[in-house]
Structure formats: structure tokens, C-alpha cells
């Protein structure tokens, strides 16, 4: 069984930082793409970043410049610093994991159960 678990949200002033970890554990797979998704009242889950095992990464526009994803393969973590935290980053910041399972290779997704993220201003 796979289990994602997010930590690190909270309560920010508008121009503070975050850093935001992610865990994924279990077996029979291997992690491929971890990122970052985050859902506003109201609005549709969005892409926040990404990051491939080779390293190669993608940010959406709003967040570029502010948000720096990066993962630690060994320990099965990604990790996202925000900073410049704007009101609008205010969300529920979900971790999401693609993966292959080893034995047949079939492509898996895995989803954290979320972590608050609320910016002041």
C-alpha cells in the first residue's frame, strides 16, 4: 500500500515563506513525476509544479520566480519552498506522485490528503 503524507502548510503573512514536504512510502512501484497541485474555494484543482526523476521541472506562470520545487529521490520526498507568499496562494496545497507499478508497469497516480495554506494580507 502506498501512503503520501503532506506537512509543512500554515498560516503565512503576505510576503512570507513556506516550505512544504511530501513522504511517499510503500513498495511495488517506482516514482516517476511528483508535484504539487493546490485548490482554491471554489475553483478547480490547478497545477502548481512538477518535477520528472531526471530533475527536468515545471512551474505554473503565477507562481514562477516565487516557488522552487525539488525532490530528494533516495527518500521518496518532494519539497516546496514558497516564497514572496501572495493572498492568493491561499489553498489547499495536495501532493501528487506518478509512478509505475515494477511488476507490470503500469502507470499509477497517488494523491496526498492536502495541507492548508493560508496568506494573510
Known amino acids: 500500500q502506498v501512503q503520501v503524507a503532506e506537512s509543512g502548510g500554515g498560516l503565512v503573512q503576505s510576503g512570507g515563506s513556506l516550505n512544504l514536504a511530501c513522504t511517499v512510502s510503500?513498495?511495488?512501484?517506482?516514482?516517476?513525476?511528483m508535484g504539487w497541485y493546490r485548490q482554491a474555494p471554489g475553483k478547480q484543482r490547478q497545477l502548481v509544479a512538477r518535477q520528472a526523476s531526471g530533475g527536468s521541472t515545471y512551474y505554473a506562470d503565477s507562481v514562477k520566480g516565487r516557488f522552487t520545487i525539488s525532490r530528494d529521490n533516495a527518500k521518496n520526498q518532494v519539497y516546496l519552498q514558497m516564497n514572496n507568499l501572495k493572498p492568493e496562494d491561499t489553498a489547499v496545497y495536495y501532493c501528487?506522485?506518478?509512478?509505475?507499478?515494477?511488476?507490470?508497469?503500469?502507470?499509477?497516480?497517488?494523491w496526498g490528503q492536502g495541507t492548508q495554506v493560508t496568506v494573510s494580507s
Open positions: 501528487n506522485v506518478e509512478g509505475r507499478t515494477t511488476m507490470s508497469l503500469r502507470v499509477v497516480y497517488y
Open positions: 510503500g513498495s511495488g512501484f517506482r516514482t516517476d513525476v
